[in-house]
């Protein structure tokens, strides 16, 4: 049995995952418990610096997804009142949720992301920033949120219409890249093990928020029906994506394969230094394939952030 420990579960706050972050930090809340710590749900509010200061928690596991739990907000505030957390700190974080940070961050050293640009929203309606087809993203949302797939049969018009729904009207400036056909496959990494490949199967042709987090709507192969050397790679990218980028605890990198040009067709998408907890999430499952139960996986990463704790001090 681990040290009881008092530790402050933060969890929903105000993004756009609020509900998903709820779901992952009761979870872990449960799983905590059961371990013999003692446990307080925190639900970020713009106080919370007070609430915690009162709470005087031994460590705060960080189930925020999303800003400002994801982009490094968070973490400052943490570092600052000297309270140790789980995940990944401020600098990793700040870089991480930004898409296009993070390629600046990889690329250099030789791991494959797509290309593209960023663009003004305000320029899509008078053409198109590449050929089509191609995917319109936030440069610092999760989960899928905000994604567009501008395909050559004009889906949102052709130019983008501007009274078209989509994450134009909510966003200034958007990421453009290049669309990648294939297949869409994640890895986990828990400290410094790459837990496997899930291959992602979505029944309505795009994995998107609520094909992620609505039981029954995307199926998912572990370990994924892919050659020996793509699945390595993608283990390989993503190990050291984590190590680059100075991730803690659990991260998941992000895949499309273009499975007609073998391991050329692989390209990093993007790595999530907050990864989901919920029953459906894909850290959890790919850790109890390989024999590691929930509550263990929350253990460890308890352990890690005291451990990392512990050096920095």
């Not at 596991?61 to 570092?79: I, K, R, S, W, Y």
């Not at 949302?141 to 052709?158: F, M, W």
């Not at 297949?183 to 309505?204: F, H, I, M, S």
């Amino acid at each position: 049995m681990a040290e009881s420990l008092h530790i402050a579960v933060l969890m929903g706050g105000w993004s756009a995952e609020r509900e998903v972050s709820l779901m992952s930090g009761n979870g872990i809340a449960d799983a905590l418990e059961s371990l013999g710590h003692r446990v307080s749900r925190v639900d970020m509010d713009r106080v919370v610096a007070v609430t915690l200061a009162g709470l005087k928690p031994d460590l705060v596991f960080n189930a925020l997804h999303g800003t400002p739990g994801e982009d490094g907000t968070v973490q400052g505030m943490l570092d600052l009142m000297g309270i140790p957390y789980t995940h990944s700190g401020l600098v990793t974080s700040v870089i991480a949720i930004d898409k296009q940070l993070t390629k600046q961050a990889l690329v250099p050293h030789g791991l494959p992301m797509p290309g593209g640009r960023m663009v003004r929203s305000e320029d899509l309606y008078a053409g198109d920033p590449l050929p089509r087809p191609y995917v319109l993203k936030p440069v610092n949302e999760g989960s899928s949120v905000g994604v567009a797939i501008v395909t050559a049969e004009g889906n949102y018009g052709n130019p983008i219409g501007r009274d078209v729904r989509g994450p134009w009207q909510e966003f200034d400036e958007l990421l453009a890249e290049p669309f990648i056909r294939g297949r869409e496959l994640t890895t986990a990494v828990l400290g410094d093990q790459a837990l496997g490949v899930t291959e992602l199967k979505p029944k309505n042709g795009f994995y998107d928020y609520d094909a992620k987090y609505t039981d029954g709507l995307t199926e998912h192969v572990f370990p994924a029906d892919i050659p020996d050397d793509v699945a390595d790679a993608c283990k390989r990218i993503a190990l050291e994506a984590h190590r680059l980028l100075g991730c803690k605890g659990a991260s998941r990198a992000d895949f499309r394969w273009d499975d007609e040009q073998g391991p050329d067709g692989l390209f990093l998408l993007e790595v999530n230094t907050q990864p989901g907890m919920t029953p459906l999430s894909l850290v959890p499952e790919q850790a109890r394939h390989l024999g590691i139960g929930y509550e263990a996986l929350v253990q460890k990463i308890v352990d890690e952030a005291l451990a990392d704790a512990g050096t920095r001090a």
